[in-house]
């Protein structure tokens, strides 16, 4: 008869195994999983119910006969492991395949001429394309631009955060001087403590507001706007903020970039 401590035993560990193996899931589309560390093998029939949903799905296209496919495929595996290791990444991207010479009207809709091919698909609701990738096949390559992709995708959402008429005065108050930066400064201000200003163009001025007072007690207000950048970049790569914090940060992020690239209008004039 086993004793009570087996009994107490052997059901925690049952229990940590299931919470195990649940972590290894990550749902991509409503009904559809797949499995944390390997490599999603996809079809014509299954491609649509993974892709273009919750998490981003890079794809290597490939044919069986081909030789450089062989030889990359062990990397392929390696880099979807990598991405479990990788905070910022874990359920956030997954690695996946299509043989071609089986699926050739799903090669040919994503311009598959060659092989392997690699596509990045972004989540649902972006506004980006997918992308082909066409750089080094090291898996740090691979890691390297799932990566920038992903950062992307946050820099994306935290594009809600910006105000045109708040992007000229951040560009000019970073090209100017003392008098300039100070006018800029005061007319920020004035759209953040407007009371008939949306209650949103006033939080985003306070954040806009918040990195000229900053900017302007460096010694180098240059320098420093594009080491926040960089510091903000590695935060959201971190994988190790809040839901909340993430937001926060990526609207900050996305707003530095008012400061540090000519706002554009429709058409690409510049103002």
């Given at each position: 008869?086993?004793?009570?401590?087996?009994?107490?035993?052997?059901?925690?560990?049952?229990?940590?195994?299931?919470?195990?193996?649940?972590?290894?899931?990550?749902?991509?589309?409503?009904?559809?999983?797949?499995?944390?560390g390997?490599?999603?093998?996809?079809?014509?029939?299954?491609?649509?119910?993974?892709?273009?949903?919750?998490?981003?799905?890079?794809?290597?296209?490939?044919?069986?006969?081909?030789?450089?496919?062989?030889?990359?495929?062990?990397?392929?595996m390696?880099?979807?492991?990598?991405?479990?290791?990788?905070?910022?990444?874990?359920?956030?991207?997954?690695?996946?395949?299509?043989?071609?010479?089986?699926?050739?009207?799903?090669?040919?809709?994503?311009?598959?001429?060659?092989?392997?091919?690699?596509?990045?698909?972004?989540?649902?609701?972006?506004?980006?394309?997918?992308?082909?990738?066409?750089?080094?096949?090291?898996?740090?390559?691979?890691?390297?631009f799932?990566?920038?992709?992903?950062?992307?995708?946050?820099?994306?959402?935290?594009?809600?955060?910006?105000?045109?008429?708040?992007?000229?005065?951040?560009?000019?108050?970073?090209?100017?001087?003392?008098?300039?930066?100070?006018?800029?400064?005061?007319?920020?201000?004035e759209?953040?403590d407007?009371?008939?200003?949306?209650?949103?163009?006033?939080?985003?001025?306070?954040?806009?507001?918040?990195?000229?007072?900053?900017?302007?007690?460096?010694?180098?207000?240059?320098?420093?706007?594009?080491?926040?950048?960089?510091?903000?970049?590695?935060?959201?790569?971190?994988?190790?903020?809040?839901?909340?914090?993430?937001?926060?940060?990526?609207a900050?992020?996305s707003?530095l970039?008012?400061?540090?690239?000519?706002?554009?209008?429709?058409?690409?004039?510049?103002?």
């Open positions: 008869m086993p004793t009570t401590f087996s009994r107490i035993y052997w059901l925690l560990l049952g229990i940590s195994l299931t919470c195990k193996a649940e972590d290894l899931l990550v749902a991509t589309k409503k009904g559809s999983t797949a499995t944390l390997q490599v999603l093998k996809l079809d014509a029939d299954s491609f649509a119910d993974h892709v273009a949903g919750d998490v981003s799905i890079f794809v290597k296209f490939y044919a069986p006969w081909c030789g450089h496919c062989k030889r990359i495929a062990p990397v392929w390696e880099f979807a492991q990598k991405l479990v290791e990788e905070p910022s990444l874990k359920h956030k991207v997954l690695a996946a395949e299509v043989n071609a010479d089986e699926n050739t009207a799903l090669a040919k809709e994503y311009g598959v001429t060659g092989y392997p091919t690699f596509v990045f698909f972004p989540p649902k609701g972006s506004s980006q394309r997918p992308m082909h990738y066409g750089g080094p096949q090291k898996v740090e390559d691979f890691v390297r799932a990566g920038s992709r992903t950062t992307a995708l946050f820099l994306d959402r935290g594009k809600a955060s910006r105000v045109f008429a708040l992007d000229v005065l951040a560009w000019r108050f970073a090209q100017g001087g003392g008098d300039a930066r100070e006018d800029m400064m005061r007319r920020v201000r759209v953040r407007r009371d008939s200003a949306p209650g949103s163009m006033r939080a985003s001025a306070e954040m806009y507001l918040k990195l000229m007072e900053k900017s302007i007690k460096a010694e180098d207000p240059g320098k420093f706007l594009e080491e926040e950048k960089e510091r903000l970049d590695r935060l959201i790569r971190s994988g190790q903020l809040t839901d909340e914090k993430l937001s926060e940060v990526t900050r992020r707003i970039d008012g400061f540090l690239h000519e706002t554009l209008l429709p058409g690409g004039v510049p103002l």
